[in-house]
């Protein structure tokens, strides 16, 4: 006969034991949370050892480069200094030697001067350098204005005194008329400078160039070889007496 009372029982027996297996997986899920945790801790702790130790090992290596490189750099920045002052010395010269090209121009009034008295000039500037000249007449001078020889070459050089830059036509006429005078190569002597069509003329015929700043070494070398020091005044008076002197009439107004 069945019992009201053990099926009551039976039934608290299995409610009890599903209590107790929810406890047990609770406990469970509770476990596996605390393991998760203390890995988490444990990541977290040996992470920040290894990022302490990779940081350090990188300022050592940052620490060594630098010592390297300011080691390279020192001999460099000497070098780098030396260069500065050798630049500054030649920067100086070139300054000092175009004043001193600028000065020997307005000691010899170059521009001042007349085109005959301009030609005489050179003509002594060539004699200087080792030249053999020859001033041509005044006119019918076929483009050439002197005539000069050095080392078994003879050149044709016209004289142009200008304000102006020096055209093509200057090279074209004395290459045309050096060979009137038998001369083997050509020459233009300028104050001023030549104007691309000049120069491009010239390169191609074989026709030396002497613009403004060449002509200033010439003068400035001619006045340093002569002993006996050119002051401004001296040289004006020296001026008036080779050229003024000789009475010239009928002189060129330009060449």
């Known amino acids: 006969m069945y019992d009201k009372s053990d099926k009551q029982s039976t039934y608290l027996s299995i409610e009890q034991r599903a209590q107790i297996r929810l406890r047990g997986s609770m406990k469970s899920k509770q476990r596996k949370d605390t393991s998760k945790f203390m890995i988490g801790c444990m990541v977290l702790f040996f992470g920040f050892i290894v990022i302490y130790f990779i940081v350090t090992y990188l300022v050592e290596i940052v620490t060594y480069l630098v010592e390297i490189v300011t080691y390279l750099v020192e001999p460099f920045s000497v070098l780098v200094a030396l260069f500065l002052v050798i630049y500054h010395l030649v920067n100086h010269y070139r300054t000092q030697s175009k004043k001193n090209r ?14 005959d008295d301009f030609e005489h000039y050179l003509a002594i500037l060539l004699k200087h350098r080792g030249f053999k000249t020859k001033v041509t007449p005044r006119s019918g001078d076929f483009g050439v204005d002197i005539v000069a020889t050095k080392g078994g070459v003879k050149y044709a050089i016209q004289a142009k005194r200008h304000k102006e830059k020096i055209p093509r036509n200057a090279v074209s006429d004395v290459v045309a008329g050096k060979q009137h005078y038998g001369c083997h190569k050509a020459m233009v002597i300028t104050n001023n400078y030549f104007k691309p069509a000049a120069i491009k003329l010239a390169q ?28 401004e005044g001296t040289a004006v008076r020296w001026y008036e007496r080779v050229f003024r002197s000789r009475s010239l009439s009928g002189s060129k107004t330009s060449s």
């Open 102 to 115: 600028l000065r020997s121009l307005q000691i010899a009034n170059i521009d001042a001067m007349k085109g």
């Open 204 to 231: 191609s015929t074989d026709c030396e160039l002497v613009d403004r700043d060449k002509l200033a070494d010439w003068i400035h070398d001619f006045q340093k070889s002569n002993k006996r020091a050119i002051s």
